[in-house]
């Protein structure tokens, strides 16, 4: 089993950034892929940006540019780095980790309003 702890959303102007972090912690090792994941009312989930065992990263076209996706191995952790935040932004993120099985967070909001 893995556990996910997300952290560090919140309120933000347009233009402004946010940077979430994800603890993870139980059978995690660096063979499991990580990535955010968000769904805004009313909409699907949708892949935000993964990180690969070996370092790889990809991004959805909306985020590209914008976002980095990363992870610090020694600490369990996978970070979020958002700038030019848009209110189309605005959504809970969820952060998984992959490897024989997929495992949720339980999500943290991040709310782009003026």
């Known amino acids: 089993q893995v556990q996910l702890v997300e952290s560090g959303g919140g309120l933000v102007q347009p233009g402004g950034s946010l940077r979430l972090s994800c603890a993870a912690s139980g059978s995690i090792n660096s063979r499991y892929a990580m990535g955010w994941f968000r769904q805004a009312p009313e909409k699907q989930r949708e892949l935000v940006a993964h990180?690969?065992?070996?370092?790889?990263?990809n991004y959805a076209d909306s985020v590209r540019g914008r976002f980095t996706i990363s992870r610090d191995s020694a600490k369990n952790t996978v970070y979020l780095q958002m700038n030019n935040l848009k209110p189309e932004d605005t959504a809970v993120y969820y952060c998984t980790a992959t490897w024989l099985s997929t495992y949720w967070g339980q999500g943290t909001q991040v709310t782009v309003s003026s």
């Open positions: 990180i690969f065992s070996g370092g790889a990263t």
